[in-house]
């Protein structure tokens, strides 16, 4: 993801060492056993930090590359999936992972739990991505992207997250 998809999609000219060097820096930083990462907190406003970062360089990767973005999909299964609502009480979101409950923490929150709660995973991916509301633009508009969405989605949902990724 970061060596073959996000680096060549930054929209600056950057060395392409610098570039190597970053992507190494991140992957060597989440792989440290000693940091202690706050995964909840990284994903409190989940929506707005997807819009903010990672749009406009799916935007970028289909302005260079005439290929789907694979791991990029495969990110945005991702936040599907944890977006999705499986429990509302007082006034609180939570989805639900491995059996644990996790609150999610986002202004969008109540909009991904009525779209989840009446539709399938593959209309639900549809639905989101269509939103210009949420991302700017129509997602569903990039060749081939939303069908690797549903994939991974749908793969996530029936041999779980890991063993996807793993593949």
């Not at 929506?47 to 903010?52: A, G, L, R």
């Not at 999936?81 to 992972?97: C, F, I, P, S």
């Not at 949420?134 to 990039?142: E, I, Y």
Request: a negative charge; glycine letters at 4%.
């Amino acid at each position: 993801l970061m060596h073959n998809e996000i680096a060549k999609a930054i929209p600056y000219e950057i060395d392409e060492n610098a570039k190597k060097d970053f992507a190494n820096s991140v992957f060597e930083r989440f792989c440290n056993p000693f940091i202690v990462h706050q995964w909840q907190s990284i994903t409190v406003q989940y929506t707005s930090k997807m819009k903010m970062r990672n749009i406009p360089l799916l935007q970028r990767h289909y302005e260079v590359n005439d290929s789907v973005p694979v791991h990029m999909a495969t990110g945005f299964a991702g936040f599907l999936l944890y977006m999705k609502v499986v429990k509302n009480e007082n006034g609180k979101y939570y989805g639900n992972r491995n059996g644990q409950f996790y609150e999610i923490k986002d202004d969008s929150v109540e909009y991904f739990s009525d779209v989840w709660s009446n539709n399938s995973s593959n209309k639900v991916a549809e639905i989101v991505m269509q939103n210009e509301e949420l991302w700017g633009t129509d997602l569903t508009k990039l060749t081939g992207f939303l069908q690797m969405v549903q994939e991974q989605l749908n793969e996530f949902q029936l041999h779980g997250v890991l063993n996807t990724i793993s593949k």
